[in-house]
């Protein structure tokens, strides 16, 4: 059994949800809607880049707390022509003014989570236009015909999405989030048809001007007023000098599989040290999904946490040992101070020797490029605030900061905050067999672990991989596990020391995530699959 099985019992997929397969082109998103967008680009003959570009850009509109013009994007892209990887960092940087003196100065202790003063430059636009010009084959202006016209002329609202839209409309206290995002003044019931005329013709003016619009034209004004008018750091230097960084991604090496991060500062890196440290365990022998294989990738990622706590940081702002924490050494050292049978109440960061919303989608073409990308507002409508006259909802990133000075994420004019959202992408023997993402804030890196192994460590095929029951860690000694896996093993984790939480216990910090996944045979052959903790789908020609 393995990643190109199809394990069934009698006539019925263990996991619920048959794989698509394909090769001419394939998309996988959280939204029907959106992935149907992406096919059509395929079909069109648009690429994996045009296809994914068009997909978040519509999930903007069908999923619109999760992400949107106004949040950040990251992508992993394979390059099949020149068979490489390329990572994109489009998250956006502090404004110039934003400064820890500033905050204080402002009443704050620590980084608001709301608020005018959560927000930084928003970067997902930058992003996508950078993207295009690289690696893509059609005009924005086309990409964005599918979100116009949801906009414009509406979409009934889907089931999770609604359930998502009301647990989430609670969060939007000013009247002109509250007007936009409403239905009759409350949050939208499934099949609700919903428009948004104004985010429609802010499409359209970033169809006609580019990027450029937002970052420097007269949407870029819109964004200025509404912060000053809030007392707000942003200002039209901080849009008109961001830039998206084209970045080398990160890697580890998993039992002969290499997986494919982001470096800082996304969380990615604690996705590569709690594999490196579970790489030091015999995960097969103790049973994957069983209580000690789940014991010792929870205390895995406990470590890799305490990690990601101490060292992940803006790079450009601060010098971050991201080579020394993934060295083979450094994960034996960790992993050393795992007791296999008892939990640990909290972890530490260790020393070296001297010397949340969001959106993940993945897309392939025929031509063997694929994209794995992540685009988020990160809370559901970000920040709260939503630009006048625009539909715009603005991210609110700037939470991600510290406002310790000693701490390398400590908040700093024209910095990027820690970041969760991660796409990945698993390779091996030099060529992507799996481009993937976990969406849901803390839970993303954990995630990620916990779809690697069930890959290599229990030979599950990709819908199995993420659809299976995963715990989500919280802090100190406390897990969260979703009901079929907490009646599997809740109670011998419990024996173990460690806490177990319910499902409820995780909603607040990403639940237990939504993935999607495209595996990629050795003829070329698409086998897609979709998280059925969300609307979408996934679907190939």
């Known amino acids: 059994m393995g990643l190109f099985d199809s394990p069934r019992t009698d006539t019925v997929p263990m996991s619920g949800r048959s794989m698509v ?42 999923e619109p707390f999760m992400t949107g013009v106004g949040g950040d994007c990251f992508m992993l ?20 003014a934003a400064t820890v003196e500033a905050l204080r100065e402002r009443g704050y202790d620590d980084m608001p989570n709301l ?79 919903v428009r948004f005329p104004e985010l429609a013709t802010t499409l359209e003016s970033i169809a006609r001007g580019g990027a450029d619009e937002l970052y420097r034209g007269a949407l870029a004004d819109r964004l200025v007023a509404a912060s000053e008018s809030r007392g707000g750091f942003l ?58 294989a789940l014991h010792l990738m929870i205390e895995a990622v406990k470590l890799a946490y305490a990690d990601r706590g101490r060292w992940v940081a803006d790079p450009e702002h601060a010098r971050l040992p991201v080579d020394e924490l993934l060295t083979k050494d450094y994960a034996q050292g960790r992993a050393a101070s795992i007791d296999p049978a008892k939990a640990r109440k909290s972890a530490a960061p260790g020393e070296f020797r001297a010397g949340v919303d969001t959106t993940y989608l993945t897309t392939a073409d025929a031509r063997g490029n694929v994209v794995s990308l992540i685009n988020s507002l990160y809370y559901p409508f970000g920040s709260g605030v939503v630009v006048e006259g625009t539909g715009i909802a603005l991210h609110n990133r700037g939470y991600g900061f510290s406002l310790n000075p000693e701490h390398p994420n400590c908040i700093a004019p024209r910095k990027r905050p820690f970041h969760t959202i991660i796409p990945a992408m698993l390779m091996r023997h030099g060529r992507p067999i799996l481009s993937f993402g976990v969406m849901g804030g803390d839970m993303q890196a954990q995630g990620h672990l916990q779809v690697v192994s069930n890959v290599v460590d229990a030979g599950m095929n990709a819908q199995d991989a993420i659809s299976a029951p995963r715990f989500h860690y919280l802090e100190a000694d406390r897990v969260a596990l979703e009901s079929e896996l907490d009646a599997q093993v809740g109670s011998d984790l419990a024996a173990r020391g460690h806490q177990v939480l319910g499902a409820d216990a995780a909603l607040l910090r990403g639940g237990f995530g939504g993935a999607q996944a495209i595996a990629i045979d050795d003829e070329g052959t698409y086998w897609g699959a979709s998280d059925p903790r969300k609307d979408g789908n996934a679907a190939g020609y």
Do not use: K
């Open 77 to 96: 892209i394979w390059d099949a022509e020149s068979g490489a990887l390329h990572g994109l960092n489009g998250s956006g940087r502090a404004p110039a």
């Open 115 to 193: 608020g005018i003063h959560s927000v930084t430059v928003p970067g997902a636009v930058d992003a996508w236009s950078q993207a295009l010009e690289r690696f893509g084959s059609q005009p924005l202006s086309r990409l964005l015909e599918p979100a116009i016209g949801y906009a414009r002329e509406g979409f009934p609202v889907s089931e999770i999405v609604s359930h998502q839209w009301q647990l989430a409309f609670a969060l939007l206290g000013e009247e002109e989030a509250q007007r936009v995002f409403s239905v009759e003044g409350r949050a939208p019931e499934v099949g609700d048809v």
């Open 21 to 62: 397969l394909a090769r001419g082109g394939m998309a996988c998103t959280s939204q029907p809607l959106a992935t149907a967008a992406a096919v059509d680009v395929l079909r069109g003959g648009g690429n994996a880049i045009d296809a994914a570009v068009c997909a978040v850009v519509t999930l903007g509109v069908v």
């Open 235 to 292: 200002r039209a230097a901080d849009l008109a000098e961001h830039s998206s960084t084209w970045v080398e991604p990160i890697s580890a090496d998993y039992r002969g599989y290499e997986l494919f991060e982001i470096p800082p500062n996304g969380q990615g890196l604690a996705a590569l040290l709690a594999l490196n440290i579970l790489e030091c365990f015999d995960v097969e022998g103790a049973g994957p999904r069983t209580a000690a």
